[in-house]
């Protein structure tokens, strides 16, 4: 089983090549959280351009990923949740 995380511009070019979709959601006053919260030296997001083109981003994935076929998770439970789930939608689709 492999877990490739993250996303691509040619990524419906590439769908086929996946068993599984996934998409790990997150409301937004979550996401903004995560963001400006975030330790270390990864400042991506933070300027308030660019978190706000990630919360418009963020709208439309869930639905987008669905339309492909995905799962949708939500990613505002407890980590061990978010994992039981995922391997638990890896496990029943392989």
């Given at each position: 089983?492999?877990f490739?995380?993250?996303?691509s511009?040619?990524?419906?070019?590439?769908?086929?090549?996946?068993?599984?979709?996934?998409?790990?959601?997150i409301?937004?006053?979550?996401?903004?959280?995560?963001?400006?919260?975030?330790?270390?030296?990864?400042?991506?997001?933070?300027s308030?351009?660019?978190?706000q083109?990630?919360?418009?981003?963020r709208?439309?994935?869930a639905p987008?990923?669905?339309?492909?076929?995905?799962?949708?998770?939500?990613?505002?439970?407890?980590?061990?949740?978010?994992?039981?789930?995922?391997?638990?939608i890896?496990?029943?689709d392989?």
């Amino acid at each position: 089983m492999i877990f490739l995380c993250g996303t691509s511009t040619d990524e419906v070019e590439k769908n086929h090549l996946y068993d599984t979709l996934i998409c790990l959601d997150i409301d937004e006053q979550t996401l903004r959280n995560r963001i400006t919260s975030r330790g270390g030296d990864n400042d991506f997001g933070k300027s308030e351009h660019e978190l706000q083109q990630t919360v418009e981003w963020r709208k439309g994935a869930a639905p987008y990923y669905q339309s492909l076929g995905g799962y949708i998770v939500d990613a505002t439970m407890p980590v061990d949740r978010v994992v039981d789930e995922i391997v638990g939608i890896a496990t029943v689709d392989s």
